[in-house]
């Protein structure tokens, strides 16, 4: 079983950044792939970007390649989301997920843990 807590999010400007966090709970998170996903207003739930268990591997959508980073510490149970050059279509709620996976997931459904979710607001 792992719980996961997201903090960092708020209110910025387009071209801000900002740092979101997700603490787990439980011994054996560096056996998870972690992933950041995102939900705005009336639409679905969309990938954002995923770090295999070791950091070594990461994948990212189109839309955030380039201006997102995702990181992990394993020491203390956390992973990460750079998030730069923020834009307003940026808005949404991130929330992160662990997965049981060889390599990165990319899915919804191939997330068995979520957190609660962090509001990230983005003014134009």
């Known amino acids: 079983q792992v719980q996961l807590v997201e903090s960092g999010g708020g209110l910025v400007q387009a071209g801000d950044s900002l740092r979101l966090s997700c603490a787990a709970s439980?011994?054996?998170?560096?056996?998870?792939?972690m992933g950041w996903f995102r939900q705005a207003p009336g639409k679905e739930r969309e990938f954002v970007a995923a770090?295999?268990?070791?950091?070594?591997?990461?994948v990212y959508a189109d839309s955030v390649k380039g201006r997102f980073t995702i990181s992990r510490d394993n020491t203390k149970n956390t992973v990460f989301l750079e998030m730069n050059s923020l834009k307003p279509e940026d808005t949404a709620v991130y929330c992160c997920?662990?997965?049981?996976?060889?390599?990165?997931?990319?899915?919804?459904?191939?997330?068995?843990?979520w957190g609660q979710g962090t509001q990230v607001t983005v003014s134009s």
């Open positions: 997920a662990a997965a049981h996976s060889p390599g990165t997931v990319t899915e919804v459904s191939g997330y068995t843990y």
């Open positions: 770090i295999s268990w070791s950091g070594d591997s990461t």
């Open positions: 439980g011994r054996t998170f560096s056996s998870y792939v």
